[in-house]
């Protein structure tokens, strides 16, 4: 697969994002409108999590740093 097509879902992903209160913390969700494949390595690379059932996905920790990097990156600026 294609890094950049990774690279860029990622950024999509959060670029269209909202968050929401999940208790005791916020999390940025997001609608899974992408290429499972693609949502599938994301998930794999530990960058969004969610239940293959449902139509969202939430990005994590580290889904959030690389989208830091992404932003400089494509857009070149910070977050």
Do not use: C, R
């Amino acid at each position: 697969m294609d890094k950049t097509i990774k690279e860029l879902t990622l950024l999509l992903i959060y670029l269209t994002s909202w968050q929401e209160d999940a208790g005791l913390t916020k999390v940025q969700k997001s609608w899974k409108g992408y290429p499972f494949e693609v949502l599938d390595k994301l998930n794999e690379e530990k960058y969004i999590e969610g239940s293959k059932y449902a139509k969202s996905v939430y990005l994590t920790e580290e889904g959030l740093s690389k989208v830091k990097e992404l932003m400089k990156k494509y857009i070149g600026k910070k977050e």
